[in-house]
DNA sequence: CGCGGCGTTGATCTCTGTCAATACTTGTGG
DNA sequence: CCACAAGTATTGACAGAGATCAACGCCGCG
């Protein structure tokens, strides 16, 4: 593995405890592979055999329905892991996963996983406290889905895309807008008319690219927008 | 512990795998202990030291904004095990816990099952499948919250509380609708019209006691409402 | 008895989904 | 190079779901 990947690879809470040679011991020998975009991962009930670390590119996490209609439950980019829970929940993915753009990622075996756990406890830690992280976000998002509106949420998840917290800035969507609609629980045609809610705050948008004005104004709008109670 | 509460405890993910003296050692001399309703278990913020397992009552888990609003993120009962994956997450609980009913606890510290799991690598795999399970069941709800409305998710809740799968049922609302509208993301006058909305099909309510005269229909409500694609 | 908490009901409004029409982009093949 | 088709994004009109505000009923409790 190249030592610039290794860097990423050390900064996910999973990795970031343990040692090179148990990540060499972990990887088995498979180095990165790059990914088409579109391209099936696991899919929702198969056996959970192996998860993944995104050193490049976003893979969207999804549940489908009978009737085929899918739910997008998390999107992940470089430098995230995704899919080690599954590992451990009884052998079958709960949900799919597909790349949404081109990625470069390692894929990490389940098997080999449950036995360094076994000889090295300090992963087990490692293990739990990613998933634990998981989990989190997740509380997070299902706040998120109960208590703040469309463009509460569109400003939210622009704003995580943000680099500096304020000032000026110009951010790429990293995704289709339909994805980014699934992803906030609406749909294309209300991200659409939540992006032209957002443009009086100074967020302007030109196909892929957002440009804001004013990073604090969102984090501004997302705690104003609130239906405050003063207590 | 009573046997009768051994078997429950063995019931739970993270304890169904190890053994009695393990159990004995996390539970370190520390037996069930009854909570008052309405009892605050640990504020979101402050350090993560203990998890719980629930041997009777109920309990919520929910995060609070600055302003004071409080959203539920779960509730747990007779059987589960929760924040045992705040443990692991770096110290400080992400959310809340209170008692919504009297309640009978265990509470296990968490200092002492890190040390359990250097020592047996098996309770770290119990403790993955847990937390698994939890990240699971938050996924499913954030699918409800997208893709369901209100009277269905109440209808799914109904359901869950229901023993048999068919035939006809009563069962008892484990707490406060104001509490379950919450829990199910929408507002106690919603909910007041989803249950107005559930009687067609045999769903009548009186305080606190809800009749299903046939289980299977609720189930079928869930599954037709759904916007087909008829692919 | 009156009060307060909880739940229901009604009227109204806002938000979002739906359906349909219309750009705009991209890729393809003549 | 252009025409065309397919995929993607926006916009408008409309309907439905749910929030909000307000009023009222119910019940337990001092």
């Given at each position: 593995?190249?030592?610039?990947?290794?860097?990423?690879?050390?900064?996910?809470?999973?990795?970031?405890a343990i040692g090179r040679e148990t990540a060499d011991r972990l990887l088995d020998g498979n180095g990165p592979r790059v990914y088409d975009r579109g391209l099936l991962l696991f899919e929702q009930g198969t056996p959970a055999t192996c998860f993944y670390v995104v050193l490049d590119g976003w893979v969207k996490i999804y549940r489908t329905t009978p009737d085929g209609q899918e739910t997008v439950v998390a999107t992940f980019r470089r430098g995230e892991t995704f899919a080690e829970a599954a590992i451990f929940m009884g052998g079958h993915y709960p949900v799919s996963a597909e790349t949404v753009t081109v990625c470069r990622l390692l894929r990490i075996n389940g098997a080999s996983l449950r036995r360094a756990i076994h000889n090295e406890p300090d992963l087990a830690l490692a293990m739990l406290a990613s998933s634990?992280?998981?989990?989190?976000?997740?509380?997070?998002?299902?706040?998120?889905?109960?208590?703040m509106t469309g463009p509460q949420r569109l400003a939210d998840f622009l704003l995580r895309l943000c680099s500096s917290p304020s000032g000026?800035?110009?951010?790429?969507?990293?995704?289709?807008?339909?994805?980014i609609a699934n992803r906030l629980g609406m749909k294309p045609e209300s991200l659409s008319r939540a992006l032209a809610k957002l443009k009086p705050l100074g967020i302007n948008?030109?196909?892929?690219?957002?440009?804001v004005d004013d990073v604090a104004k969102i984090a501004q709008f997302i705690e104003d927008t609130r239906d405050d109670e003063y207590i």
């Open positions: 593995m190249d030592p610039h990947d290794w860097q990423l690879v050390r900064s996910t809470p999973l990795f970031g634990s992280h998981h989990l989190k976000s997740l509380v997070e998002q299902i706040e998120q889905m109960k208590r000026s800035c110009q951010i790429n969507l990293p995704y289709e807008k339909a994805l948008v030109d196909r892929d690219t957002v440009n």
